[in-house]
T-cell receptor
Framework: NAGVTQTPKFQVLKTGQSMTLQCAQD?????MSWYRQDPGMGLRLIHY???????DQGEVPNGYNVSRSTTEDFPLRLLSAAPSQTSVYFC????????????FGSGTRLTVV | QKEVEQDPGPLSVPEGAIVSLNCTYS??????FMWYRQYSRKGPELLMY????GNKEDGRFTAQVDKSSKYISLFIRDSQPSDSATYLC?????????????FGTGTSLTVIP
């Protein structure tokens, strides 16, 4: 049972480049989300999805796109990378209506130069 | 005002000490309360979960919720060097249709052998 798998683990981008952070879960969880974690800011919600075909914005969505074509996968796209997007990105999932929080992936450490 | 406030520390204690970690919150609708542990360069892992008010004990860990004061605590007894990590509190509102949980910024703990 792999849980939540994120790839890549590390990435360096140049300003203006685009890329996709991958997230896959094998627990048949309906809910998936992307967070970014910055020093002193904690975890901030970027986008989330409550099921295949349904996505919505979180607290800090600008500069990011998501789609959810399957229950398992929830990729995060950076459209035109900026230094302000340097962060650690976490994907998380849960059963819909779960009250005991999320299962997190191990994170993607992104640097934009 | 943030939904959840948490002292970032850092907190440094000798091995065997009792550790107290705390969070305050502003939303009286929160009913689910969690503590996550995050080791360096890893994703957060669920450590403790409580519903509504009261105490919950699991080995060396005790979680307390005081809803009247909007205050939650995590106590670690007989602290070990392996407890060195960042601890994040998280809370959920059952009326939130987005299934979102709200996180504190985390407290960094170091247990010195």
């Amino acid at each position: 049972n792999a849980g939540v798998t994120q790839t890549p683990k590390f990435q360096v981008l140049k300003t203006g480049q685009s890329m996709t952070l991958q997230c896959a879960q094998d627990m048949n969880h309906e809910y998936m989300s992307w967070y970014r974690q910055d020093p002193g800011m904690g975890l901030r919600l970027i986008h989330y999805s409550v099921g295949a075909g349904i996505t919505d914005q979180g607290e800090v969505p600008n500069g990011y796109n998501v789609s959810r074509s399957t229950t398992e996968d929830f990729p995060l796209r950076l459209l035109s990378a900026a230094p302000s997007q340097t962060s650690v990105y976490f994907c998380a999932s849960s059963r819909w209506g779960a009250t005991n929080g999320y299962t997190f992936g191990s994170g993607t450490r992104l640097t934009v130069v | 005002q943030k939904e959840v406030e948490q002292d970032p520390g850092p907190l440094s204690v000798p091995e065997g000490a009792i550790v107290s970690l705390n969070c305050t919150y502003s939303n009286s609708a929160f009913q689910y309360f969690m503590w996550y542990r995050q080791y360096s360069r890893k994703g957060p892992e669920l450590l403790m979960y409580t519903y509504s008010s009261g105490n919950k004990e699991d080995g060396r860990f005790t979680a307390q919720v005081d809803k009247s004061s909007k205050y939650i605590s995590l106590f670690i007894r007989d602290s070990q060097p392996s407890d060195s990590a960042t601890y994040l509190c998280a809370m959920g509102d059952p009326t939130n249709t987005g299934n979102q949980f709200y996180f504190g910024t985390g407290t960094s703990l170091t247990v010195i052998p």
